[in-house]
Antibody
Framework: QVQLVQSGAEVKKPGASVRVSCEAS????????LDWVRQAPGQGLEWVGW????????KYTQKLQGRVTVTTDTSTSTAYMEVRSLRSDDTAVYYC???????????????WGQGTLVTVSS | DIQMTQSPSSLSASVGDRVTITCRAS??????LNWYQQKPGKAPKLLIY???NFQSGVPSRFSGSGSGTDFTLTISSLQPEDFATYYC?????????FGQGTKLQIK
């Protein structure tokens, strides 16, 4: 079965960097895109970025442009998200999600990781 | 960016009720609209993709409709396990924006 398993919670100081991993299993890793979505405490869902596991192309939200990088290691079927220059408002649960594509080209998040809490606090 | 607006933001209902949540896009998005359910402390779960297609394993009491800018998620007969927060999300373009969520509570 498809599984996305993320790394554990992190506590970071403002200005630091954090890297969250997402290990995929149960499907052909390079056949799907992977997105990252975050959720601040008590808030809604916010899309962060996307990577094609096939060719490594990426897209990011303008809000984090320049501070976030998503990469993959196809040898281990793992995606990584790094956020640099952390601020207190980056405190959130970060989810990875597999991107499914339907026949009409629609894109949806069909499997999700369990989430990783990143806390930014001095 | 495409803005997604859900209504209502919260809703109280009883087991057995029929409930409808609406989602409006700030511009045309064809049928590129997905619905998710999220329970406290859990990752979201895909319910409906491409406006009206059921994700495998989703009960038939959930249905989605709409195209263009206006969409609805309907739960035909609420069950206790349906009390959660629901989000719409557009995949017409990037950034893939979400609605603000609709919290469905027990009356």
């Amino acid at each position: 079965q498809v599984q996305l398993v993320q790394s554990g919670a992190e506590v970071k100081k403002p200005g630091a960097s954090v890297r969250v991993s997402c290990e995929a299993s149960g499907y052909s890793f390079i056949s799907y895109g992977l997105d990252w979505v975050r959720q601040a405490p008590g808030q809604g869902l916010e899309w962060v970025g996307w990577i094609s596991a096939y060719d490594g192309k990426t897209k990011y939200t303008q809000k984090l442009q320049g501070r976030v990088t998503v990469t993959t290691d196809t040898s281990t079927s793992t995606a990584y998200m790094e956020v640099r220059s952390l601020r207190s408002d980056d405190t959130a649960v970060y989810y990875c999600a597999r991107g499914g594509v339907d026949a009409s080209g629609g894109y949806y998040f069909d499997y999700w990781g369990q989430g990783t809490l990143v806390t930014v606090s001095s | 960016d495409i803005q997604m607006t859900q209504s209502p933001s919260s809703l109280s209902a009883s087991v057995g009720d029929r409930v409808t949540i609406t989602c409006r896009a700030s511009q045309y998005i064809d049928s590129y609209l997905n619905w998710y359910q999220q329970k406290p402390g859990k990752a979201p779960k895909l319910l409906i993709y491409a406006a009206s297609n059921f994700q495998s394993g989703v009960p038939s009491r959930f249905s989605g409709s709409g195209s263009g800018t206006d969409f609805t998620l309907t739960i035909s007969s609420l069950q206790p396990e349906d009390f959660a927060t629901y989000y719409c999300q557009q995949s017409y373009n990037i950034p893939r924006t979400f609605g603000q969520g609709t919290k469905l509570q027990i009356k």
